[in-house]
């Protein structure tokens, strides 16, 4: 072949991979931008470090002919696929080019998924997806929703094998929610990413309610009611930080660790923790203050942190290695447990569990959420999901209950009985089946009615049952706490227990799987 025919050949190929790498084309491009939305390879290239990525199957197209889509073929399809490395370590990536029939997942864009999850399991590295889709491709009917299928089985295999994240930086509906539901963790950029099973033009024609794309399926929407959104950030740039910082905190995979971080100490003895818990056991305060003092550098990484306010989950280190941190929250229905702390609470453990991340449990837990409409949609459910996942886990577990510790929520919080390695309590701990107020009614109700002076009786009483009954060294003689310890040594503690569990073994029964309430 002469050396022309070979210049030929390769300015063809240019030229094809220049057209591909312009998605829908200049007019759609501009489209996509004057909504204030990056492009598909623009995300990609964002958010890999130094901009550099191997992009898979740019001409790959769709084969379908019907309604038209003959004449709306593309190099690449509707989505964007490809590897590099974040944080100086593999990577997937996909991203759906909305210039491209408005991002609609074919066959193919379904196989291109696919691939590069494939390759993500074979490679042990996490696989990241930017959602921005207007759904099924229509035209191709079932080949389309097969298209999905052939994700979401992906997406099933693979979960607690790779880390999935998921980011909304478009419209993603109808069927192409349900992959994002099944991943680890969603991202949503606000104003531009919603998320619905069918929109508002469907909810009005079925049920006669208007309501907004965002009202409906926006940030705010899912990250503080449904609490299908994990994180919430103003502009795409800033969500990438976000999904970084998130990778540096979790291992690669389920059979590696977190990379160890330098860190710089802190005081060992933290005298403040001392004063944090209020004397009264009524007045709030809030946990996270307890939790940075604790961690290193006060970082922090709060995940559903407008969700379910009154449980705390989020990433942390001690003296460089990652934790999972729970954590009622006083300053929120008092820290009580509910339906969507519950949940909450279950999947972030269940996720530490399956990426090999101690879980660190600080407990001040006046107990579950009483209420008709909390019975009614399930809260038994609800609860025993946690339950199942804290005893499940076989990571290294360590409870540290700060003040309240009452009833079923005191088992539920990672108790000694739910294979618990290390139950400590401050001394201001009340471990007790109820309250001391709520005791005392109950028990002694005559005795408080018959006397000469009600109240003086019930405050006496009230006392001798805090004394007898919910100290913490009640609990400590009996085995169930396994140490009573001064707050200011709570990180020392939690740091020298972790550097001796770090090589526990536990093995669960052998087994299919567990039936979760779900």
Not at 13 to 31: F, H, T, V
Not at 70 to 93: Q, R
Not at 236 to 263: V, Y
Not at 423 to 433: F, M, S
């Amino acid at each position: 072949m002469s050396e022309k025919n070979n210049k030929d050949i390769l300015q063809d190929l240019n030229d094809r991979r220049s057209k591909a790498q312009k998605g829908g084309g200049d007019k759609r491009i501009e489209s996509q931008k004057a909504k204030g939305k990056l492009t598909a390879r623009e995300r990609l290239a964002k958010f890999f470090d130094n901009g550099k990525y191997e992009e898979l199957d740019i001409f790959v197209q769709h084969q379908s002919k019907d309604l038209g889509l003959d004449k709306n073929v593309f190099d690449g399809d509707s989505v964007v696929t490809g590897y590099g490395l974040v944080n100086g370590k593999p990577t997937f990536a996909y991203a759906q080019d909305f210039t491209v029939l408005g991002g609609s997942l074919s066959l193919v864009a379904g196989k291109k998924i696919a691939k590069v999850m494939d390759l993500a399991s074979k490679n042990g590295a996490p696989i990241i997806g930017f959602n921005d889709s207007g759904g099924a491709r229509i035209q191709e009917g079932v080949d389309s929703l097969a298209g999905y299928g052939e994700v979401f089985v992906r997406n099933t295999l693979f979960s607690g094998v790779i880390p999935q994240i998921s980011v909304i930086v478009g419209p993603s509906a109808g069927g192409a929610v349900y992959s994002p539901a099944i991943t680890d963790f969603i991202f949503m950029v606000k104003e531009i990413g919603q998320m619905y099973i069918t929109g508002p033009d469907v909810v009005k024609s079925v049920t006669g309610e208007e309501i907004s794309h965002q009202d409906l399926g926006g940030s705010d929407a899912h990250s503080t009611k449904s609490g299908v959104a994990h994180f919430v950030y103003e502009t795409e740039e800033e969500c990438m930080q976000g999904i970084k910082r998130l990778l540096d905190f979790i291992p690669q995979n389920n059979l590696e660790n977190a990379t160890k971080k330098d860190f710089s100490e802190t005081k060992s003895i933290d005298e403040e923790l001392r004063q944090i818990v209020p004397e009264k056991s009524t007045e709030a305060y809030d946990v996270k203050e307890v939790i940075n003092r604790v961690i290193d550098n006060q970082d922090f990484l709060e995940v559903h942190e407008n969700f379910a306010p009154n449980i705390v989950v989020g990433f942390g280190r001690i003296k460089g290695d990652t934790v999972g941190i729970v954590a009622n929250q006083p300053a929120s229905l008092a820290g009580m447990l509910d339906i969507n702390a519950s949940d909450k609470a279950a999947r972030f453990v269940r996720f530490c569990d399956a990426y090999n991340i101690p879980i660190i449990t600080f407990v001040d837990v006046p107990g579950f959420m009483p209420g008709v409409n909390q019975e009614h949609q399930g809260i038994i459910r609800h609860g025993a999901k946690l339950i199942y996942a804290y005893a499940e886990a076989t990571v290294p577990k360590i409870s540290i209950i700060l003040r309240k510790a009452y009833g079923g929520a005191y088992i539920v919080m990672n108790s000694k009985e739910l294979r618990s390695d290390l139950n400590l309590a401050w001394p201001t701990a009340e471990i007790a089946v109820m309250g001391p107020e709520g005791a005392v009614n109950v028990i002694s109700r005559k005795e408080i009615s018959e006397s000469k002076n009600p109240e003086e009786t019930r405050n006496k009483l009230i006392e001798e049952y805090k004394e007898k009954f919910s100290s913490p060294f009640l609990a400590a003689s009996r085995g169930y706490i396994d140490d009573v310890i001064d707050p200011a040594e709570t990180r020392n503690k939690i740091a020298s227990s972790l550097e001796i569990f770090s090589k526990k073994f536990l093995d669960n029964p052998s087994k299919k799987h567990g039936n979760i309430p779900l």
